[in-house]
């Protein structure tokens, strides 16, 4: 099914600059209490809230490098959209929390073709991407030694060897690639294992930035992913769509009866999909092909999404 071409039009919109500021100020502050739960202080004292700045700034700053990267991208193509709206989550007992779910743009005008199609999915991952990579780098660059650690669980100067967490997060190629390649650079540094980054702020940030950035990109419906892919390869993608939608509900079932195997969170992201999302995407037409320029970005934005997702993102024992 096609669409015809859509003419531009003048919308009227005029930003809510009040919600929106209100909403970054709530989020701020949501994920700097984070921050300073993820290093184990008490979120609730004042004087600890400096703890979570680090955790703050750069987890605001992925975030906003990927939704700016969307809104740029619109505004290139004079297609209408929001600022972005940043959602946070407060820290309620006995829920992982980052802080945040992230934020959100809403498109207020039509995308006329593929290209811009294309251009305003891609240009958010991307942005975001790059954002993570700066956090990851400035993070393994600046990592403190293992008294850093031992100051955060003083128990552990007593043991033989680190013990397993009971909360690890899942290795991603990337973060894989970064630990091996600065420990060659720094044969002396120490670096810890998945079961301990979340004490790390920077670290931290930069892999829940690459767990943002590749489930956005997950190939089905209208996340960054189904943009992508439908303007990539047309009528296509919906058979891509349908292969990864059944693909996280085997990861999050084999994640029901085993935790090395997937990730029960993933089937809380599939019914988000299935009734939100939608599995397929919207047609948009063929009018505005991709140049050869654009399928490269676009298999780009495909490898950040092989570099950036773990089947298993988080275990818990």
Same mark, same amino acid.
């Given at each position: 099914?096609?669409?015809?071409?859509?003419?531009?039009?003048?919308?009227? $919109?005029?930003?809510?600059?009040?919600?929106?500021? *209100?909403?970054?100020?709530?989020?701020?502050?949501?994920?700097?209490? =984070?921050? &300073?739960?993820?290093?184990?202080?008490?979120? *609730?004292?004042? +004087?600890?809230?400096?703890?979570?700045?680090? %955790?703050?700034?750069?987890?605001?700053?992925?975030?906003?490098?990927?939704?700016?990267? @969307? %809104?740029?991208?619109?505004?290139?193509?004079?297609?209408?959209?929001?600022?972005?709206?940043?959602?946070?989550?407060?820290p309620f007992p006995f829920i992982l929390n980052f802080g945040t779910l992230g934020a959100v743009i809403r498109i207020k005008s039509f995308v006329?073709?593929?290209?811009?199609?294309?251009?305003?999915?891609?240009?958010?991952?991307? =942005?975001?991407?790059?954002?993570?990579? !700066?956090?990851?780098?400035?993070?393994?660059?600046?990592?403190?030694?293992?008294? $850093?650690?031992?100051?955060?669980?003083?128990?552990?100067?007593? !043991?033989?060897? !680190?013990?397993?967490?009971?909360? +690890?997060?899942?290795? +991603?190629?990337?973060?894989?690639?970064?630990?091996?390649?600065?420990?060659?650079?720094?044969?002396?540094?120490?670096?810890?294992?998945?079961?301990?980054?979340?004490? $790390?702020?920077?670290?931290?940030?930069?892999? /829940?930035?690459?767990?943002?950035?590749?489930?956005?990109?997950?190939?089905?419906?209208?996340?960054?992913?189904? @943009?992508?892919?439908?303007?990539?390869?047309?009528?296509?993608?919906?058979?891509?769509?349908?292969?990864?939608?059944?693909?996280?509900?085997?990861?999050?079932?084999?994640?029901?009866?085993?935790?090395?195997?997937?990730?029960?969170?993933?089937?809380?992201? =599939?019914?988000?999909?299935?009734?939100?999302?939608?599995?397929?995407?919207?047609?948009?037409?063929? /009018?505005?092909?991709?140049?050869?320029?654009?399928?490269?970005?676009?298999? &780009?934005?495909?490898?950040?999404?092989? !570099?950036?997702?773990?089947?298993?993102?988080?275990?818990?024992?």
């Open positions: 099914m096609s669409v015809p071409e859509y003419q531009y039009q003048t919308i009227e $919109y005029k930003p809510n600059y009040f919600l929106h500021i *209100f909403l970054f100020i709530i989020t701020f502050f949501t994920v700097t209490i =984070a921050g &300073v739960q993820w290093v184990l202080k008490d979120p *609730f004292e004042l +004087t600890n809230l400096h703890f979570g700045l680090p %955790y703050s700034f750069s987890i605001l700053f992925i975030i906003a490098s990927h939704e700016f990267g @969307h %809104y740029f991208a619109a505004r290139k193509h004079n297609v209408v959209t929001t600022l972005p709206y940043f959602i946070p989550f407060p006329p073709n593929r290209k811009a199609l294309f251009d305003i999915g891609v240009a958010g991952p991307i =942005a975001g991407f790059i954002a993570t990579l !700066l956090v990851l780098i400035y993070g393994f660059e600046n990592l403190p030694d293992i008294e $850093y650690l031992y100051q955060i669980h003083p128990e552990y100067r007593f !043991l033989p060897q !680190l013990p397993e967490g009971d909360l +690890t997060f899942g290795d +991603t190629l990337l973060f894989f690639l970064f630990r091996k390649i600065f420990s060659l650079l720094n044969s002396d540094a120490f670096i810890p294992p998945m079961n301990e980054i979340y004490h $790390y702020p920077y670290l931290c940030a930069g892999w /829940f930035g690459l767990l943002v950035t590749a489930m956005n990109l997950i190939p089905v419906g209208q996340l960054d992913g189904g @943009h992508i892919i439908l303007a990539m390869f047309g009528d296509k993608h919906r058979y891509i769509a349908r292969g990864f939608f059944f693909s996280l509900i085997a990861f999050g079932l084999f994640g029901v009866f085993d935790q090395n195997l997937g990730w029960p969170g993933w089937l809380v992201w =599939a019914f988000v999909l299935y009734f939100i999302v939608k599995i397929e995407h919207p047609p948009v037409g063929t /009018f505005g092909m991709l140049d050869k320029k654009r399928k490269i970005i676009g298999w &780009v934005a495909i490898a950040i999404f092989i !570099l950036s997702i773990s089947p298993v993102p988080i275990k818990i024992k």
